[in-house]
């Protein structure tokens, strides 16, 4: 089962109302929502009842209603007397309980008998109380709130179902014991309330608040305009029809008040519930019992439309009873009062301790050091964080409840540094923005010159005779000229119509030669002049680098054309004749040498034979 109040995060705006209502600190702030914790929660509903954005809802129960009506089982419906406060639009209770009827309910119940049952009980109690005081526990609320933030006050709940219990005990035993249940009231608190007593013969299948009621009555198009009179199912309650105001219930057993024989406090609301347990349980104890209500009275409850107002309410819920009284017959109730005399109306409760631990001074005096509050000026407990002090801010927030930006001095200051620091971010943007323009500007013009260069170089590119390529590490092609799509083929061409200069276009897809290309690539050494057959033609292709094993780039030149072929022969015979120059400069450079040696030999042996002679005279 859904849990019984949540929060919708997408209409949360983190106004705080909800964490400063709730009795149970309940509700943490979650990222940028409110969160409830299901296992604190009191179900008091107040977050419900103070939320303007309407972000927090409590569980419906419209579906389930619907569902026990179809089913095969008698649906009874007891209504809580509080009714007669918010159907203040129905001009009388018998067309009210002929719309329930419209809705398909078998029986319709007033619950003010079984307050009726309950306040008795009340009443023996605090008769043989023996110095013992007690706290009623007819409001769920105020009993989940003791269960789980105040067990040392269980011993003084008063062991006593509610007054829904105690009617349902008698509708089960009065029209069958396999009827459904649901109960018609103004508490959310009520909704998982009656889970404790499943398996009981006090079991509630469903709780419909009112405000789900009118939504059903709209659904189905039921008004009393369209019902007949019809008036409820017995037993019918004496003055139990008073319970939703304050004091009702003891009116109910006529429990007069006055101020100097009082010995009981009732109270109604969240800080004087909060404030009469606080003196119950102090050390100046609090003599009397408590009659205590969560909210200002069931008629000013979660369950209730928002638009009512509470003194027209409670007049309405007095006045409806004195009717009643005109007709009471008290005979017929003591009698219908005694048959259900066997009832059991005891309970027990459940210690359920959600106290949080409280940290220490030393704690405390940290969180309010880190939040800046060092002083007794910088503690100015505004309430706007959802906490009536600083240092209860501190102490919720030690406990995991809180963050620190809850805090409305806090974020201001932060803020401010926010602001200073944004202040000096946006002038440094400033002086980017400026650089950036200028930077824009510059590389807006050397794209401009970059772009003017390209053409040139592409024009350049298409005045050459030879085919040039340019290819990147990948052997894509990164420009080339016309005339190497020309020597491509028709191909090449179709492809350079849609992609100028066959950019990005696979160089191993255009040329079989491709291989020099990535030889070059990763060598780094050029080829120069390299003779590759390309079809039909005999093409002359030089690879040279560009930048080292990333960019080549290629010359081509046909063979076969008219003009290559005279400007290759004429380059070849003129390399034949400079080899033949150097061919016969060498020769000659040899015969020199030759021709030196033997006239240098010759001379030697004219002058030895010229020794010889003139020797031989003597």
Not at 115 to 130: F, M, R
Not at 361 to 386: F, I, N, P, S, Y
Not at 390 to 409: D, N, P, R, S, V
Not at 542 to 559: A, H, M, P, Q, Y
Request: proline share 3%; glycine share 6%.
């Amino acid at each position: 089962m859904a849990q019984l109040i949540e929060v919708d995060k997408n209409k949360c705006n983190l106004s705080y109302t909800c964490v400063r209502v709730c009795p149970a600190k309940a509700i943490k702030i979650s990222g940028k929502h409110a969160e409830i914790m299901p296992e604190r929660c009191v179900g008091c509903g107040n977050c419900v009842t103070v939320c303007s954005q309407e972000a927090i809802f409590y569980r419906s129960d419209k579906r389930k209603v619907q569902d026990l009506i179809l089913a095969e089982s008698k649906v009874a419906v007891i209504c809580d007397p509080a009714i007669s406060g918010e159907f203040i639009d129905v001009t009388d209770y018998r067309k009210f309980v002929g719309m329930l009827r419209a809705l398909g309910f078998d029986y319709v119940t007033d619950m003010s008998f079984g307050v009726d049952l309950v306040a008795c009980k009340n009443k023996a109690l605090i008769d043989q109380s023996e110095g013992k005081f007690f706290i009623t526990s007819k409001c769920p609320t105020i009993v989940k709130y003791i269960e789980k933030q105040e067990p040392e006050l269980i011993e003084n709940l008063m062991p006593v179902i509610p007054p829904y219990i105690a009617m349902a005990k008698v509708v089960r035993k009065k029209y069958g014991e396999n009827i459904k249940l649901v109960y018609l009231t103004a508490c959310t608190a009520a909704k998982d309330d009656v889970k404790s007593f499943n398996g009981t013969d006090g079991q509630i299948e469903s709780v419909l608040t009112f405000t789900e009621l009118r939504a059903l009555f709209a659904e189905k198009m039921i008004t009393e305009s369209s019902v007949a009179f019809s008036e409820f199912d017995p037993p019918f309650g004496k003055k139990g029809g008073l319970f939703p105001i304050s004091h009702g219930m003891f009116q109910a057993v006529d429990i007069h008040q006055s101020l100097l024989e009082a010995n009981i406090l009732i109270t109604e609301g969240r800080d004087n519930f909060l404030q009469a347990l606080k003196e119950f349980k102090g050390d100046l104890q609090l003599n009397e019992h408590l009659d205590l209500f969560y909210c200002k009275g069931c008629i000013m409850g979660p369950g209730m439309s928002k638009s009512g107002k509470k003194y027209l309410r409670r007049s309405r819920v007095i006045k409806f009873v004195e009717k009643r009284m005109k007709a009471f017959d008290e005979i017929a109730w003591k009698k219908e009062r005694d048959s259900f005399a066997d009832l059991d109306l005891s309970r027990s409760y459940r210690i359920k301790d959600l106290r949080l631990p409280m940290p220490t001074e030393e704690q405390v005096e940290g969180v309010l050091r880190d939040m800046g509050k060092t002083k007794v000026k910088d503690m100015l407990g505004c309430g706007a964080c959802g906490y009536s002090t600083c240092k209860e801010f501190a102490i919720a927030h030690w406990q995991g409840l809180t963050t620190y930006e809850q805090c409305y001095t806090y974020s201001n200051k932060k803020l401010q540094s926010v602001v200073v620091d944004m202040n000096v971010a946006n002038k440094e943007l400033r002086h980017a923005q400026l650089a950036l323009k200028e930077s824009e500007k510059l590389a807006k013009q050397e794209e401009l010159a970059a772009k003017e260069s390209a053409e040139v170089l592409t024009i350049m590119l298409n005045k050459l005779r030879a085919g040039v390529v340019i290819v990147d590490e990948n052997l894509k092609v990164i420009e080339s000229n016309a005339r190497f799509v020309d020597m491509m083929g028709e191909d090449a061409r179709e492809i350079a119509e849609v992609i100028p200069g066959l950019k990005s276009a696979d160089l191993p897809s255009l040329v079989e030669f491709h291989r020099l290309f990535a030889s070059v690539l990763k060598s780094g050494q050029d080829v120069i002049n390299r003779d590759e057959k390309f079809g039909d033609s005999i093409l002359n292709v030089s690879v040279f680098t560009i930048k080292k094993n990333e960019i080549v780039g290629g010359i081509i030149r046909d063979l076969e054309t008219p003009e290559v072929r005279r400007e290759e022969i004429i380059n070849r015979a003129r390399s034949v004749i400079r080899e033949n120059l150097e061919t016969v400069q060498q020769i000659a450079f040899l015969l020199g040498e030759s021709a030196s040696k033997t006239e240098k030999t010759l001379n030697s042996i004219i002058e030895a034979q010229k020794l010889g002679e003139h020797g031989g005279g003597k």
